[in-house]
């Protein structure tokens, strides 16, 4: 896994920062603390794409849609289809959290 090759003390204090969030908002204050604001649109804009390839869209609509790019589409297809399904996990969460609200 490509994964273990990030492992280290510094991306699990983000991690465990990441999952002492309370809420949205907390989220909000320190994603903008952390990152700016492109990269946060970068992050929200790659999950998008996922979702709509999930549900079978094409590369034109998602591009013309999202604004992504290509070559961005693809790297989130590729990871959709061999990577860690964690897309397809936290997908399925939000989901099912906006079914039972």
């Known amino acids: ?45 790659r999950l998008e794409v996922a979702r ?10 998602i591009e013309t849609e999202t604004g992504a790019s290509t070559a961005t589409i693809s790297r989130v297809k590729r990871c959709l289809n061999y990577g860690n399904d964690a897309y397809q996990m936290a997908l399925e969460r939000v989901h099912n959290k906006q079914e039972t609200e």
Not at 52 to 61: A, I, P
């Open 52 to 61: 709509m390839l999930r549900e079978g869209n094409t590369y034109h609509k």
């Open 1 to 45: 896994m490509q994964i273990d090759k990030l492992r280290g003390r510094e991306l699990d204090q983000l991690f465990e920062s990441i999952l002492s969030l309370k809420d949205l908002e907390e989220c909000y204050r320190f994603f903008d603390d952390l990152c700016t604001v492109n990269e946060i649109q970068s992050l929200a804009q």
